[in-house]
């Protein structure tokens, strides 16, 4: 059973698993490049100040413990 991801943000608990397959995904889509992937330019620039306006970090703005405080 996979719940839609947007559950998941609003979930107060996931399983173990589940973080270690989301923890993968992203750090995966962190590192990709829009632009080597064809997405035309404009719309790069558009994500990014649309991200901006909304207050979204990148990935370099998140500690590597941000879940697994001291």
Do not use: S
Request: overall charge positive; some cysteine.
């Amino acid at each position: 059973h996979q719940r839609p991801l947007a559950e998941l943000a609003r979930a107060q608990n996931v399983t173990r698993r589940t973080a270690q397959r989301i923890e993968t995904a992203y750090r995966h889509l962190c590192r990709l490049d829009p632009a080597a992937d064809g997405v035309p330019g404009n719309q790069i620039t558009a994500a990014r100040r649309k991200a901006a306006r909304l207050g979204w970090y990148g990935p370099l703005a998140w500690d590597d413990n941000i879940d697994a405080p001291a």
